[in-house]
């Protein structure tokens, strides 16, 4: 029913929120979601100032496994290049640590949790589904429903635009899977932090996993929807239309290469 309802949903089109409408709106959640793009430090600056200003009771990183924020303790936390090293960053596809350390600098003060998903797990939810792998239940995050054929071929779409319409159509629902089980483990960590620490929770990941119609919020919606939630879309050229998240900022464009060069 939530997948349902949500299609009604409207989202804010407005221009873009400087830091104290952010932290504002932000204050009173439970759980926190500030968006990003991976390699944009503008929107990693953001994120720390956004914690600044909420004191998260503990913080959620898609970029580490579960195990890894284990054995971030407050000493190595406080410690960037200590932890670079621990969580052997210059090997992990993840931008320059630097962008990040701010961020995990908070775990010299509070928890940290991790919700990054694994290749082998990955490559199960292509294969099986997101439902035949999550490690929890998943009819609690709806991964035992097929999506509404909508959101479906939405995602489908998305997942076609952000591999530079450069992949076969039968292999789209796929990584749709994959992309369900990582916003079930976001939001599975949120919610263990939750209950441990009490709010507000801070979530650091990607807009796609930030978006409030399909991503961690409306999972956490259907999970636990006495939990309040708040999130943050980060962009680098002003987003068109109706935008799924509760508010949205703006930092310069990062110099990259085209990404998709390689399939012209």
């Known amino acids: 029913m939530l997948a349902c309802a949500l299609s009604a949903l409207a989202f804010p089109a407005a221009g873009q929120s400087d ?93 940290v949790y991790g919700a990054l998903i694994g290749r082998e797990a990955a490559q199960g939810a292509f294969a099986q589904g997101a439902a035949a792998v999550f490690a929890g239940d998943a009819a609690r995050f709806g991964l035992t429903e097929a999506l509404p054929d909508a959101e479906q071929a939405a995602r489908e779409a998305e997942q076609m635009a952000a591999h530079c319409d450069a992949l076969p159509p039968d292999i789209l629902p796929g990584f ?37 119609d399909w991503g961690v919020p409306a999972l956490i919606a259907r999970a636990a929807p006495e939990v309040s939630v708040f999130s943050l879309g980060q962009f ?26 390689a399939f012209r």
């Open 19 to 111: 830091l104290s409408a952010i932290v504002a709106a932000a204050s009173g959640a439970d759980v926190v979601i500030l968006g990003e793009v991976h390699d944009n430090p503008g929107h990693h600056a953001r994120q720390a100032d956004v914690l600044d200003g909420i004191g998260p009771s503990a913080i959620v990183f898609e970029m580490v496994s579960a195990e890894e924020a284990q054995r971030i303790t407050p000493d190595i936390a406080a410690e960037a290049q200590a932890l670079a090293d621990l969580l052997d960053w210059a090997n992990s596809g993840w931008p320059d640590f630097s962008y990040y350390a701010p961020l995990f600098a908070y775990g010299a003060e509070v928890p």
């Open 176 to 212: 749709v899977e994959a992309q369900r089980l990582r916003d079930a483990a976001l939001a599975a960590a949120a919610l263990a932090a939750l209950d441990a620490h009490g709010g507000p929770v801070a979530v650091i990941t990607g807009n796609g996993h930030a978006r409030r």
């Open 236 to 261: 680098e050229a002003e987003p068109e239309g109706d935008v799924p998240f509760d508010l949205w900022a703006l930092s310069g464009p990062v110099d990259r290469p085209d990404p998709c060069a």
